[in-house]
Nanobody, 123 residues
Framework: QVQLVESGGGLVQAGGSLRLSCAAS????????MGWFRQAPGKEREFVAI???????FYTNSVKGRFTISRDNAKSTVYLQMNSLKPEDTAVYYC?????????????????WGQGTQVTVSS
């Protein structure tokens, strides 16, 4: 069993930054694909960023160059550094773990999810 707890969300002005954290308990994260997804009101959950295979990363086009996903395996924590935030980044952000390390952007591939953290970007 893996438990994921996100933190770091909040209210920020456009152009600002936030760093989200996802702390895992129960197992080490080092061999899992870890993903960040988000869901805005009235919209479906969408992929934001993933890290897999120890060091690979991939981002959705809308956040490339602004967001950075990283992991600290010793702390069993995954981060999402978000810079140059835009109002359209407003959403609940979720982290997720795929125990099979498939490097997928499909939410159905993920076994465990956190409870989510709200990010609100004001214009």
């Amino acid at each position: 069993q893996v438990q994921l707890v996100e933190s770091g969300g909040g209210l920020v002005q456009a152009g600002g930054s936030l760093r989200l954290s996802c702390a895992a308990s129960g197992r080490t994260l080092s061999t899992y694909t870890m993903g960040w997804f988000r869901q805005a009101p009235g919209k479906e959950r969408e992929f934001v960023a993933i890290t897999w295979g120890g060091h690979n990363t991939f981002y959705t086009n809308s956040v490339k160059g602004r967001f950075t996903i990283s992991r600290d395996n010793a702390k069993s924590t995954v981060y999402l550094q978000m810079n140059s935030l835009k109002p359209e980044d407003t959403a609940v952000y979720y982290c997720a773990a795929d125990l099979l390390d498939r490097g997928s952007i499909l939410s159905q591939r993920y076994d465990y999810w956190g409870q989510g953290t709200q990010v609100t970007v004001s214009s």
